[in-house]
Each structure stands twice: as structure tokens, then as C-alpha cells.
């Protein structure tokens, strides 16, 4: 049993990450660049599979979406202006953290409406719970003890 | 007591509640009238974004002008271009201008799927590097779009254009903008 876990452990360690399937031509030279290019790309959602970012995905568009990303890199480009090149012909959807704003406030605060609602329902339901029955007095005790030891 | 079996009633109302809004998304999406995957259109309203494509004869943003016309990527490659390849000749039968752009296909290849499935298109390009469907937000083939007569977007079909699509929707829009 040990023996299998541990042969279990190996593989887990042997895996390594997954990286990103580009090939290595795909890369810009500069190390920094590329670096930048990695942390946009992991922001952008591949449309054609949709929960995958476009440097994880194998399909053509995210190839040709990261060769955008690159190239735009390279041409100096901050990251929001990459990224707004994107959301102007793919929209929000493009990004996998969806924006802070009106349309999605009920997304970002329903982790705090949540606990808000579950406090709520104990907080009632502990209300509502019928008070403890009051201590019984030393004539009832009396009366337990008999009906015990009989 | 009466207050307890209400709350009780809470967990129960909202799972009635949610399934009755998934029912409602399930059979939206049996009837084609919902579509989770889909990516809503940055460009609809919008002038169509410039460009300019070798092909034969070719065309360029603004020849998209004067007339409502249809403008449909598809390629040789795509299976839901054959499905649609009849509502595209119907359309053009009917006298509707129809701009083909053949995203990354080789034009040998174009031009045996046009033999073989019929030619619907007045025009036609190539977008051989797919830069031009990305500039107009373009995820997949086919995609269709309707220009009007003063080159602005008014509507995109993601897929396969279907008989539906074309009874309820794009012929009420090109009454509107004829």
C-alpha cells in the first residue's frame, strides 16, 4: 500500500507543471517580453474552447491570438492596451476575470450575499428555537427519584 | 412553530426556483433562441472595420456600401458551411448580394468546395491569415453578417444559417434597413 503510494508521489513529481503548448518559435527572443507576453496571455480566454486561457490552448485561433499578443509586446504596448485590443472585438468575454462594474456586481459580491443569506437563516432559526424548560424544583426532583427506584 | 416551517420552506422554494430557470434555459436552447457558448458582437452598430482582401475579384471595407449586403466567412474546411451552403444559394436566388471570405483556407481547396456546393457569392476574398475575421471578431466558420446600405453592421449569425434564422430575424431587419 505504501509501496503504490509512493509510486503515486513519483508521478506527481515527475509531472511538473503543465505549461503552455506553444512552441518554442512562437516565443519572442527577449525574456521579459515574453515573460509579459505569458501573463497577458493567461488573462485572455481562447473563444473556441472557452475555460482555457490562449496560451494554454491548442487551437488555431489562440495561436494567432497570441501571435497578436506578442507582436503588440514587442511593439511596447502596455498590458491594458493589449488587453483592450482584445475586449474591442471579443468583448468582456475575452477575459477571464470578468471587470468590476455594474453588470457584475451581483457575480463579484454573491460569495458575500451567500454568507450574508446562511447567517441570516441561523441567526432566525436560532431565534425561533423554544426557550430551555426551567430547572425542576426540589419536589419534582423528589418525584424523578422515586420513579427511579422503583 | 409557524415562523420555523416557513424558513423550512426557503431551501425548497429556491431549488423550485432554479430549476424552473434552468428548465427555461434548456428549451430556450432547443429552440436555437439561447446559445451558452456564444460571444455577443462587439461590432454590431458599428461601421464595418477597414480592410482590404486580394481574392477573385477581391474586396475592401468599402465596397460594402450602397446596398444591404451579406457578408459570410466560411471555408473549405468547415462542416457547418456545407449545411448552410443551400440557405446561402436560396438567398441568392432571392437577389440577395452575398460577400464570401474564406477564412484560412487555400484557394484550390475554395474553389472545389464552390463546384461542388455551389458559388452563392457576388464576391469573393481570401483572409488566408485570419487577421481581418479577428478585426471583426470572428471565433469560428461560419459566421454571417448583414451591412447595411450605409456600411454599418446590423447583425451577425454565428453557425450554420438556418431557415429560422432568416424568417425571424434577417428578414424583418432587411425590411428595416432596405
Request: proline share 9%; glycine share 6%.
Amino acid at each position: 500500500m505504501t509501496r503504490l503510494a509512493l509510486a503515486l508521489a513519483a508521478c506527481l513529481l515527475l509531472a511538473g507543471p503543465a505549461l503552455a503548448i506553444s512552441d518554442p518559435s512562437e516565443a519572442l527572443p527577449n525574456k521579459q517580453e515574453e515573460a509579459r507576453a505569458v501573463a497577458i496571455g493567461r488573462q485572455l480566454r481562447c473563444l473556441v474552447c472557452q475555460n482555457e486561457s490562449i496560451e494554454d490552448s491548442g487551437a488555431d485561433l489562440a495561436r494567432d491570438l497570441r501571435h497578436i499578443v506578442r507582436q503588440q509586446v514587442a511593439a511596447g504596448r502596455t498590458n491594458q492596451q493589449v488587453i483592450a485590443w482584445l475586449v474591442k472585438r471579443y468583448g468582456d468575454f475575452v477575459r477571464l476575470k470578468p471587470p468590476f462594474e455594474p453588470s457584475t456586481y451581483l457575480l463579484w459580491f454573491s460569495p458575500v450575499l451567500a454568507v450574508a443569506a446562511g447567517a441570516g437563516i441561523a441567526l432566525m432559526a436560532r431565534r425561533s428555537r423554544p426557550a430551555a424548560p426551567p430547572p425542576l424544583s426540589p419536589a419534582e426532583q423528589q418525584r424523578l427519584r422515586q420513579i427511579l427506584d422503583t | 412553530m409557524n415562523r420555523r416551517r416557513l424558513l423550512l420552506m426557503v431551501p425548497f422554494a429556491g431549488v423550485v426556483v432554479a430549476g424552473a430557470g434552468f428548465l427555461a434555459m434548456l428549451e430556450r436552447e432547443q429552440e436555437g433562441k439561447f446559445d451558452p457558448r456564444s460571444v455577443p458582437s462587439q461590432i454590431i452598430n458599428k461601421p464595418v472595420p477597414a480592410f482590404s482582401l486580394p481574392g477573385s475579384p477581391g474586396f475592401a471595407s468599402t465596397d460594402l456600401r450602397g446596398r444591404p449586403i451579406l457578408v459570410n466567412f466560411f471555408a473549405s474546411w468547415c462542416i457547418p458551411c456545407v449545411e448552410e451552403a443551400p440557405e446561402l444559394m436560396a438567398l441568392r436566388r432571392q437577389g440577395m448580394p452575398i460577400y464570401g471570405i474564406a477564412y484560412k483556407d487555400k484557394p484550390d481547396a475554395t474553389a472545389e468546395f464552390l463546384a461542388r456546393h455551389g458559388d452563392p457569392y457576388a464576391k469573393l476574398a481570401r483572409d488566408e491569415a485570419g487577421l481581418v475575421a479577428i478585426n471583426w471578431g470572428v471565433y469560428g466558420v461560419p459566421e454571417t453578417y448583414l451591412i447595411d446600405k450605409q456600411g454599418i453592421v446590423r447583425w451577425r449569425n454565428v453557425g450554420p444559417l438556418t431557415p429560422q434564422a432568416v424568417t425571424a430575424e434577417l428578414q424583418p431587419l432587411l425590411r428595416r434597413f432596405a
